[in-house]
C-alpha cells in the first residue's frame, strides 16, 4: 500500500510529538510513526519517570502547536534555579548560589512536567487534529531519497511517498544512518537515576543543582502530591555506583540520597522506582540530508544539565516550522533544509559544547579540583553583568 503526505515524522517521544501537532496545526498533513507505543501514566510499565523542563523561548511553539494550554495546568514552575556547591571535605552546602529570572524577565525561567502526561496531553491533541494520523507500533524500516520526495518504508509494509521526513527518532536513529549522516558521541563514564520523592519542606518553586563529585544532584520542582511537596530528582553517578544505587535496599538508597541532597528540603521520600540512563554527548555532523531534517536526539544529545536537551530540540522545531510556513512550496527541498542546518548546526554544537565543559567539571572528584570549581562559580556570580549573561545564555535568548 502506498499512501502520501506532506511530512512523514518517524519518532514519536515528546519532540516527535510536539512536532506532530505543531506542523498539523499549521495544516500540513502529518503522518507519525513510533516502534513503541506512548507511555501516558506514571503506573504504566514504561514510565520513564524524568520530567522535562520547557523554558521560556519554547512556550511559543508550544502555542503554536495547541499544547500549551493544555499543560499549563499541570505545570511547576521554575522561578530559580540554585546552585550549591557541596564539594569540601564533608558533603555538606559551602556556597549557594540563586538565579532568579525576575533579574531578566517577568516570567519563571520555565516551568517543569512529567514525561508521561506530556505525552498523554500530545496524543490527545493529535486526535483532535484530522490532517495528523498517529500510528504507534509502527517503525520506518527503509528510506529512499530523491529530488522530488522521500519514500518511507514501515513496519507493516506500507509505503509512503512525502515531501520531508523528520527524524526524530532518537540518539540512535535509524532515519540518520540511512542518510549515512556521521556523529561524534563522547561518552563519560557516567548514568542517571532518574525518581520522584516527597518532603516536608516546600520547593518554593526553586531547582537546585547539588554539585560534589561524579556529576550533579538536581532536585526538580513537581506539583504536590497528596498534599505533600514533591520533586522530580535526577542523581548523576559515575556508571558502577548508579548501578549499585539502582539496586540499593529502599531504606539504604534514602540513606545515601539524604546524604547527598544536604537535607535542603529535609528526609526525602522515594515515591517512584528508579529508572537509570547512560550519559553522552553526541552530535550529527549536519542536520539536514535529502528530503530530510533531523531534529531532537538525532541531532544531538547533551546530558541533563540546565533543562537544555528538549529545548534544543523544540529551537531545532521553531526554526523548522518557521521555514516550512514561509515557502510552503519549498518544503523538503534543498533549499529550505540548507537554511535550516546553517541556521541550527553552529547554536548546536555551541550548547553541546558548553554542557560537556560543564559536566567534566561537575564529576571532579580531587579535593583541589573541586575548590577551584567552587571558587570559579563564587567568581561568576559575584558579578551582576556576567550572572545576568549566563542566565540569558541558559535560556537562549539575548
Known amino acids: ?207 537546585t543543582e547539588i554539585h560534589r563529585s561524579g556529576g550533579p544532584f538536581t532536585l526538580v520542582p513537581l506539583p504536590d502530591r497528596d498534599g505533600q511537596p514533591c520533586s522530580a530528582i535526577v542523581w548523576m553517578e559515575t556508571g558502577p555506583n548508579a548501578e549499585r544505587l539502582a539496586t540499593l535496599p529502599v531504606e539504604q538508597f534514602e540513606a545515601e540520597m539524604n546524604t547527598r541532597s544536604c537535607h535542603i528540603l529535609g528526609p526525602l521520600t522515594l515515591i517512584s522506582r528508579r529508572s537509570v540512563w547512560p550519559i553522552i554527548s553526541q552530535l550529527a555532523e549536519r542536520m539536514s540530508g535529502e528530503r530530510t531534517a533531523l531534529m531532537a536526539e538525532a541531532a544531538h544529545v547533551v546530558p541533563p544539565i540546565g533543562a537544555q536537551g528538549l529545548n534544543m530540540s523544540l529551537a531545532d522545531l521553531r526554526v523548522l516550522l518557521d521555514l516550512a510556513q514561509a515557502d510552503r512550496a519549498g518544503l523538503g527541498g534543498a533549499k529550505m533544509l540548507d537554511a535550516y542546518h546553517r541556521a541550527r548546526h553552529w547554536e548546536v554544537q555551541a550548547r553541546v559544547t558548553g554542557i560537556d565543559v560543564l559536566n567534566r567539571a561537575s564529576m571532579m572528584g580531587a579535593q583541589g579540583l573541586r575548590d577551584l570549581r567552587a571558587t570559579a562559580l563564587n567568581a561568576l556570580y559575584s558579578v551582576a553583568p556576567v550572572r545576568k549573561t549566563l542566565m540569558r545564555a541558559g535560556l537562549g535568548v539575548r
Open 1 to 207: 500500500m502506498r499512501e502520501t503526505t506532506d511530512i512523514l515524522i518517524s519518532g514519536g517521544g515528546v519532540a516527535g510529538l510536539t512536532a506532530a501537532a505543531a506542523f498539523g496545526s499549521a495544516g500540513f498533513r502529518v503522518i507519525c510513526v513510533d516502534p513503541e507505543p506512548p507511555v501516558t501514566r506514571m503506573e504504566d510499565a514504561g514510565a520513564d519517570l524524568r520530567t522535562t523542563a520547557f523554558l521560556q523561548p519554547s512556550v511559543p511553539v508550544l502555542e503554536a502547536a495547541g499544547l500549551w494550554d493544555k499543560l499549563t495546568p499541570h505545570a511547576a514552575p521554575l522561578q530559580i534555579m540554585r546552585i550549591i556547591d557541596a564539594g569540601g571535605e564533608h558533603p555538606d552546602p559551602r556556597i549557594v548560589k540563586d538565579f532568579d529570572a525576575a533579574d531578566i524577565s517577568d516570567q519563571p525561567f520555565g516551568w517543569n512536567l512529567p514525561n508521561w502526561l506530556l505525552r498523554r496531553e500530545m496524543v490527545a491533541r493529535l486526535a483532535d487534529l484530522p490532517n495528523v494520523s498517529f500510528r504507534p507500533g509502527l517503525a520506518t524500516t527503509a528510506l529512499l531519497t530523491r529530488e522530488s520526495e522521500a519514500i518511507a518504508t514501515l513496519s507493516d509494509g506500507t509505503r509512503i511517498a512525502a515531501r520531508m521526513v523528520i527524524a526524530a527518532d532518537g540518539r540512535n536513529s535509524a532515519v540518520r544512518e540511512a542518510l549515512g549522516i556521521p556523529v561524534k558521541t563522547t561518552r563519560y563514564g557516567q548514568k542517571a537515576l532518574a525518581f520522584a520523592v516527597t518532603h516536608p519542606i516546600p520547593h518554593r518553586n526553586i531547582s
